[in-house]
């Protein structure tokens, strides 16, 4: 059975950095990509960083420059380093993992991120 789980969220001021990471068990995940989504109140889920297996990667315009997603398959854990917050990146992150091969995706419960003026 595939579990996720997310850790690192917290209360950070504005201009704060928090590291989320996201460990996944239950089989090897190193052709799978692998990618961290948020979710603040009233909005819906978005895309903030993602990784292929090869290693590409991909960023929300608003988190550029900013976070920088990282992965280790040797633990199956997959990071995001998020630097100068700001209020609005406040939100439950959740990763995701996804076997491209049949497009079956893994998602974690969450983590809240709460970033404070």
């Known amino acids: 059975q595939v579990q996720l789980v997310e850790s690192g969220g917290g209360l950070v001021q504005a201009g704060g950095s928090l590291r989320l990471s996201c460990a996944a068990s239950?089989?090897?995940?190193?052709?799978?990509?692998m990618g961290w989504y948020r979710q603040a109140p009233g909005h819906e889920r978005e895309l903030v960083a993602a990784?292929?297996?090869?290693?590409?990667?991909e960023y929300a315009d608003s988190v550029k420059g900013r976070f920088t997603i990282s992965r280790d398959n040797a633990k199956n854990t997959v990071y995001l380093q998020m630097n100068s917050l700001k209020p609005e990146d406040t939100a439950v992150y959740y990763c995701?993992?996804?076997?491209?091969?049949?497009?079956?995706?893994?998602w974690g419960k969450g983590t809240l991120v709460t970033v404070s003026s």
């Open positions: 995701k993992f996804r076997q491209s091969v049949y497009g079956i995706d893994y």
């Open positions: 239950g089989r090897t995940f190193s052709s799978y990509a």
């Open positions: 990784m292929t297996s090869t290693g590409s990667t």
